[in-house]
């Protein structure tokens, strides 16, 4: 139990210390934040947050059109994947089998 004790002493420490941190960080952020020149803030704001997400945007609509034309592509090697005369040779081998259980039935 004591070393229970300990530990939970330690953590709490512990999360003493990162909040204190973060206190003096943004501290220290809010300071820098008046000192940009309009320059360093439209670099900030355009070029590291704007382009960035319209980057990300412009990756993940190329990734999903892609993926779909992959698709598309695999649908019509599978539609097409037999060639007209293997199909044709097909056709009469079945039209075959149908003449011959109309027969059976008694139709011609």
Known sequence: MNRCLEMMDAEADAKKAVKDAQEKLDAQ???????LTE???KKLAVDDK???SIR???EGEV???T?????RVKELEERYAETMPELEVAV???SGKVEGHLKQMGLE
């Open 29 to 35: 952020l809010l300071k820098k934040y008046g000192d």
């Open 39 to 41: 320059s360093e803030i």
């Open 50 to 52: 704007w382009f960035a």
């Open 56 to 58: 990300s945007a412009v």
């Open 63 to 65: 990734q999903r059109i």
């Open 67 to 71: 993926q779909r034309l992959a698709g």
């Open 92 to 94: 009469e081998a079945l």
